[in-house]
């Protein structure tokens, strides 16, 4: 697979990690915690997927195969990044939902 499509599928798994946990926010608003850890298990294994991905980016740099650090890239981690602080606050907002739903 080429840099591009590795990148790009770095993009479209954050991105999606960072949606799954807003809808699991959303879910645990509306008092649908069942669903909305269910939300939280798919951004968890989206956001495994992304960095499943860098590292082996990263490995492969350690290895010798410099990339390129373009936009796209950036823009890349950027999302990984994103979606990582999403989840972590969502979580969070999460369990103070439940708190405050008893």
Do not use: P, Y
Request: glycine share 4%.
């Amino acid at each position: 697979m080429d840099m591009e499509m590795i990148v790009m599928k770095l993009v479209v798994s954050a991105g999606n990690a960072r949606s799954t946990a807003i809808e699991g926010l959303r879910a645990a608003k509306n008092g649908e915690f069942q669903l909305a850890e269910k939300r939280l298990e798919e951004a968890d294994q989206l956001i495994l997927e992304a960095h499943e991905i860098q590292t082996e980016m990263i490995q492969n740099e350690l290895n010798g195969k410099k990339v390129e650090v373009g936009l796209l890239m950036v823009h890349a981690q950027d999302h990984l990044m994103n979606a990582m602080t999403v989840m972590d606050l969502c979580k969070e907002m999460i369990d103070i939902l439940k708190i405050n739903m008893k």
